[in-house]
């Protein structure tokens, strides 16, 4: 499991976005629930360590249709990121090197057919 020094990434609900001034990092991005399920945990984490930061959401969850708005500390210079979720029945989802200074969306399926998360990159 990762767990790694605070390096300033927060995440903000579609409602609270608009209330919340923040200077923009090239890593951000929105996060959108397209599984049909809730997300209660999302961590983002450089890939070039062992660890997790903290839960991204908090104590808030991303319900089916949601989205949310990770923001980074805009003196961050790291691009390579990997990405977890935990559903609310506990299953877990990792995506791995993912440059977030080109990606501005990511987008999660479920795929009940197959039984796999999938993920979009925009």
Known sequence: ???WLL???TALTASAASSV???EAKQDFTLVNKTGYTIDQ???SPNAT???L???LGQDVLEDGQKANIKFHSANEICKYD???IYDDKEEVEWTDINL???EKITIHWNKKSGESSATFD
């Open 1 to 3: 499991m990762k767990k």
């Open 7 to 9: 390096v300033g990434i």
């Open 21 to 23: 001034v923040v200077a």
């Open 42 to 44: 999302v961590y983002v």
């Open 50 to 52: 062992d660890n997790w």
């Open 54 to 56: 903290d839960d991204v």
């Open 83 to 85: 990405l977890k979720v």
């Open 101 to 103: 200074c080109e990606e």
